[in-house]
């Protein structure tokens, strides 16, 4: 596929000539993963905020007033420094390598599954045809870090964190895909990119959850799945708070914690990303209708999109997937915990079952009409 | 039934090891140095037919004592040659409480365990047996309970000397 | 326990999940929507009542060294000091130790003048442990009315003496009286340094208050 | 538990090894593994307090379980031989710190049933609507530590929104917010200011609204209604077996609540006016004495409590709140026991004079002491969650356990 700008193109016009080939690729991939890393830590740490905020007044407080001034914006800042500073430890009997290993492939993962990502029509790192398939993929390697972790600590609490993790993700790796394959079947293409163009029209409200019946439940059905795969209350079993102390993260401390807290930010915004492309319309919205009429013409190529254009269906995509984030975090501070058969239960016997009868139903609706 | 029915009913079974009932009463106006006895009405029971006694008093159905709220020791003096024991039984279908008292001598304080006929005697008692030094035959799990397991000493007993360290750390 | 789930059940078990969910998100969503209720501590404070029990305050004037709050007190963390003379009471120390006070506020009912008293001030940090021990004096020695008092005192005393000493003229046995007008010199002298010293004490605590 | 059964599957033997919370049996194969050993405690989010349990794991099922006390031990029983009669009731305060008006209660009542005394009938009331309001507060810990035991963070801050002002009527009252040493033998020890009366009043209308809401968010939730059903269930004989008493005994269906059937104070006329009902569990979303059935009578319990303040609000009259007691207390000879209904359950006391200023035993029977020895029976056989869960429903103030 020929799209527009591509990050490994950023540098391709500035490096002057002496400069060799491989050392262009390099840079620019340094480049690129630098924006990354800089886009999920501060994502992450916006999300802090955010959760704190919304915990915050759900629960009748205000929440971080006071770092920064206006209702403790900084106050993330202020501690993702103390972390930072925090001292590193390793605890005695400990894997040491799987231990320094493990917060890295976690974080990592999640950065591999943003790469495939399109963040506006025209700015992404890489555009694969089967991106979705890539997504969930890297997403998942998570739970080996976590695993990893868990076992590594040579801690009672963080094995059975880890060992909740691995039988919970297994268990919902299925219905997540499952009620994907809905949407995926609607749209008819697996990159993200096109099934995100697909959903324009009917004044940018054409969106896959209303062109089929059964995209309702499939989203809600996705939407559950997603939460266990993050590991977000109410299928926050790993870290289980009350039960595990902090489940496979006990042992961990300072900037090693904080991959995982990144991570679990990150995951959380990325599964809502995915929602927000394949149900929820992708780039397109009203706003975006109105930019697509204002400043792109009718046959524009997607390589020279205008910059406007570009910034609001980038913000429609992130004001989606926030929204989404947001969802989490109210369920997360509205639900009780479930069990661990429990989990394995609604994973198998309830999500698995209704995500294949969703599949068949929208499946034979397209089919019919 | 109030105290006087519960003891005429507990005569009238002659309930094993029933000695008498000691009643409050209001002092003696002829005798200065009386100052009477106030508070509750108990029974006085003989230490060896205790769970006897306990067994009789659960099941029996207009006794019906099913629960045992407490079981308690007392120093009474520490130049008394007795500890008291008791317990105090309620039941929840009657309504009705019942206390009884066993004393035990001081020189070699030993009873059998209730925990056959009420389980709840026997974190009780392992408290008991910290606190005061009594040995309760028969319990299924003689540990001790809130004192640390090589701790010496009975605290509650009137003639404990309080220690100066423990393990090291000092107790002043 | 329970038998396997029927499929009447398991529709019901769906709905459920799902129903509760979305009344618990409405419950907490409506909650988000609301002003907070917490106060923005040190900026703004909640109103303390008055019968609060903080920390002690010693109406010294009326106080007569009478024990009896630190006879109430269950951890004897009451320690007063006080030397008498004749009525007037010379205060040494009247010390408070916080370490060990759990603020149950039965010294103050024992009180048979009404002068221990608690007030609404609460904050008790540091980060030296002696600095818990405090000193309810608002002076040491005397007070100035005593001091009053007891001149006055001294000074009819020294007078009736003086009227013995003048209506029985011929003294009968130098030795005894002579004596007295030692003690009453020595007796003078030190209300004068007390005098001293808690005009100083005063002024600091005005200073401190200030 | 059901008896083990075999099955032989080729040369493989399964061994029917439990039956899982949910009624399924599962078969397992026999690879001899052994079980892990868990400390719960003394530091563990969930223990509520110093509380150490040793669990015995087999993977996430529990199969034996063993309570150590003692951490929290202050050997209150010693120091109320040595303190007189009246200090010792800031002490009383600290054993179950959640309900120190109940705890001030039945101190002063033991003390009081040494001694010919007539307590003030406003006093009463005044006691009456304290030791309810504290009952509330109680159990509004209960409700929201419950709920976070269960990973619902929120209903506890909402819980701990009523019992703040249910603590600053207290602090109006008394001056204090947890340890109040309000209620003292013969009567309470300052009138009720001006105002207060109505506070309460007030504080009845909105708690009965926020209650609504307490039920909707926590007690029927489907999660939480799937996470404490059928768990831990205590069977009425084995509660009366362990001696337990108040809604741990009520939520096994055993009709019995102190206030009502052995009543004190001024609960006789409350009872016999029908004012407040008792609450008992009914296994009504799974098998009878199980955690929501605990959960269930305490957060109805809390209703009640609400109509009982209604009642002495409405029949609270002018008079003195102190009876006849000395200023140094001299308690004649005797021994009384006197048990009252705590939020947990009976608090005893018993307390032996022999006619001096301090007194010769002062025996406290904890509820929570009880209550929480009938986990090593109920424990083994369940998930390391239902665990928590279980420790939980105990509602267990380690104050008390350990005195």
């Known amino acids: ?140 390697l998570t739970t080996i870090g976590v695993v990893m972790a868990g076992w590594a600590s040579n801690s009672k609490w963080s094995l059975y964190g880890a060992m909740r993790e691995a039988a919970q993700v297994v268990a919902y790796e299925i219905p997540l895909g499952i009620s994907l394959l809905v949407p995926l079947m609607v749209a008819g293409t697996f990159n993200l990119l096109e099934a995100s163009q697909m959903q324009a029209g009917w004044f940018g409200m054409k969106w896959l959850v209303f062109q089929n019946p059964f995209m309702i439940p499939a989203a809600i059905l996705f939407f559950t799945a997603a939460l266990a795969e993050t590991k977000r209350a109410p299928f926050d079993l790993p870290e289980a708070e009350s039960e595990l102390v902090a489940g496979f993260m006990t042992e961990y401390s300072g900037l090693r914690w904080s991959f995982f807290f990144m991570e679990e930010y990150a995951a959380m915004f990325l599964m809502s990303l995915v929602a927000a492309v394949f149900f929820f319309g992708g780039f397109e919205s009203p706003f975006t209708h109105l930019a697509q009429r204002a400043f792109v013409g009718e046959t524009a190529a997607v390589a020279d999109l205008p910059l406007l254009y570009q910034l609001t269906a980038g913000v429609v995509l992130f004001a989606k997937a926030l929204f989404g984030v947001f969802v989490m975090m109210w369920l997360r501070w509205t639900l009780p915990r479930l069990r661990i058969d429990q989990v394995m239960t609604m994973g198998y016997k309830y999500l698995t079952p209704l995500a294949l009868a969703c599949v068949l139903a929208a499946g034979t609706w397209e089919a019919i009409f | 039934m109030d105290f006087k029915g519960i003891h005429d009913r507990l005569r009238a079974l002659s309930a094993p090891g029933l000695i008498g009932a000691d009643e409050p009463r209001r002092p003696d106006p002829a005798d200065k140095k009386d100052k009477g006895r106030y508070g509750v009405a108990f029974v006085r029971v003989e230490a060896a037919r205790i769970v006897e006694f306990l067994t009789l008093c659960r099941d029996d159905e207009r006794l019906a004592f099913d629960l045992l709220v407490d079981l308690t020791a007392t120093d009474p003096a520490a130049d008394d040659e007795n500890l008291w024991v008791g317990y105090q039984l309620l039941s929840t279908t009657q309504h009705q409480r019942l206390a009884i008292k066993v004393t035990l001598p001081k020189a070699e304080p030993a009873i059998e365990s209730a925990a056959a006929v009420h389980r709840a005697a026997q974190w009780h008692e392992r408290e008991c047996a910290e606190m005061f030094g009594i040995t309760f035959l028969n319990h299924p799990d003689p540990r001790n309970i809130l004192l640390p397991d090589d701790w010496v000493g009975h605290p509650l007993r009137k003639d404990y000397v309080f220690p100066k360290e423990y393990r090291g750390i000092s107790c002043e | 326990m329970r038998g396997p789930t029927t499929f009447r059940q398991y529709l019901r078990n769906v709905w459920d999940g799902f129903f509760t969910t979305l009344i618990g998100m409405r419950i907490t969503g409506r909650y988000l929507l609301q002003k907070p209720i917490t106060v923005q501590y040190p900026d703004e404070r909640m109103p303390i009542p008055d019968r609060y029990r903080g920390i002690h305050y010693l109406e010294q004037e009326k106080c007569i060294n009478c024990l009896a709050c630190a006879r109430a007190c269950p951890i004897d963390c009451i320690e007063m000091d006080a030397i008498r003379h004749g009525k007037e009471l010379e205060w040494v120390s009247f010390t408070l130790d916080y370490q060990k006070c759990m603020f149950c506020e039965l010294c103050v009912y024992p009180c048979p003048k009404d002068c221990i008293h608690m007030s609404t001030e609460y904050t008790l940090v540091s980060t030296d442990r002696s600095e818990f021990v405090h000193d309810l004096l608002s002076f040491k020695g005397m007070a100035r009315d005593a001091r009053v008092r007891m001149r006055e005192a001294e000074k009819k005393k020294a007078e009736k003496v003086a009227a013995k000493k003048a209506v029985a003229a011929p003294a009968p046995a130098a030795g005894t009286e002579g004596a007295k007008p030692e003690e009453a010199q020595e007796a003078a002298a030190e209300p004068a340094a007390a005098d001293a010293e808690a005009g100083a004490d005063l002024s600091g605590d005005e200073e401190a208050q200030a | 538990m059901s008896e083990a059964t075999t099955q032989q599957h080729g040369n493989i033997t399964l061994r029917e090894e439990r039956v899982l919370p949910s009624g399924e049996r599962e078969f397992m194969l026999d690879v001899r593994t052994s079980d892990l050993e868990v400390n719960m405690g003394p530091q563990h989010p969930a223990t509520h307090g110093v509380m150490r349990i040793l669990i015995r794991t087999d993977g996430e099922l529990v199969t034996g379980a063993q309570p150590h006390l003692g951490y929290l031990h202050r050997c209150a029983e010693k120091i109320g031989e040595n303190v007189e009669w009246l200090q010792y009731l800031p002490y009383t305060d600290r054993y179950d710190y959640l309900a120190a008006m109940n705890n001030n209660l039945g101190y002063s009542m033991a003390v009081e049933a040494l001694m010919p005394m007539e307590i ?143 009543p004190y104070s001024v609960y006789g006329e409350m009872a016999a006016e029908g004012a407040f009902r008792v609450v008992t569990g009914r296994g009504e979303k799974g098998t009878l004495g199980d955690c929501w059935d605990r959960f269930y009578v305490r957060v109805m319990e809390m209703i009640e409590s609400i109509k009982i303040v209604r009642w002495c609000l409405a029949n609270i009259e002018d008079g003195p709140v102190i009876g006849d007691v000395p200023k140094v207390l001299k308690v004649p000879p005797g021994e009384a026991y006197v048990g009252i209904e705590n939020p947990r359950g009976e608090l005893g006391h018993y307390v032996v004079s022999d006619g001096g200023k301090v007194a010769k035993r002062c025996r406290v029977r904890g509820p929570s002491f009880c209550n929480l020895a009938v986990l090593e029976a109920i424990m083994p056989g369940t998930l390391l969650a239902d665990s928590i869960a279980i420790i939980g429903s105990t509602d267990v103030v380690i104050g008390e356990t350990d005195r």
């Open chain 4, 120 to 262: 003030p009938r406003r006093a009463e009331m005044i006691r009456v609507i304290c030791a309810e309001l504290n009952r509330i507060g109680s159990h509004l810990i209960m409700f929201g530590t419950y709920g976070m035991d269960l990973g619902a963070f929120t209903p506890f801050l909402y819980a701990f929104r009523e019992r703040e002002w249910m603590m600053a009527l207290f602090e109006k009252i008394c001056g204090a917010r947890l340890t109040y040493s309000y209620i003292r033998i013969g009567g309470v020890f300052n009138d009720a200011p001006p105002g207060w009366l109505q506070e309460v009043e007030h504080f009845c209308d909105v708690f009965e609204e926020k209650h609504k809401e307490y039920v909707d968010l926590l007690m029927l939730n489907h999660i939480f209604v799937k996470r404490t059903a059928h768990v831990g269930v205590i069977r009425p004989d084995l509660g009366l077996d362990f001696g337990l008493t108040g809604p741990m005994l009520r939520a096994s269906g055993i009709d019995f609540d102190l206030r009502r059937d052995m």
């Open chain 1, 1 to 140: 596929m020929e799209h527009g700008n591509y990050v490994h193109s950023l540098l391709d016009g500035v490096a002057p000539d002496w400069v060799p080939g491989w050392a262009v690729v390099v840079s620019t991939a340094a480049v690129g993963v630098a924006l990354l890393i800089a886009f999920v830590a501060v994502l992450a740490m916006f999300s802090v905020w955010l959760e704190r905020k919304v915990s915050g007044h759900i629960q009748c407080r205000y929440g971080p007033m006071y770092v920064g001034g206006w209702h403790g914006w900084a106050q993330s800042l202020a501690d993702a420094l103390k972390l930072l500073m925090k001292e590193d430890l390793v605890p005695i009997g400990a894997d040491r390598v799987l231990f320094v290993v493990a917060p890295a492939l976690v974080l990592g993962s999640i950065f591999g599954a943003l790469v495939a990502f399109p963040f506006t029509p025209g700015f992404f790192f890489a555009d694969i045809d089967l991106g979705i398939f890539f997504i969930l993929g890297m997403s998942a």
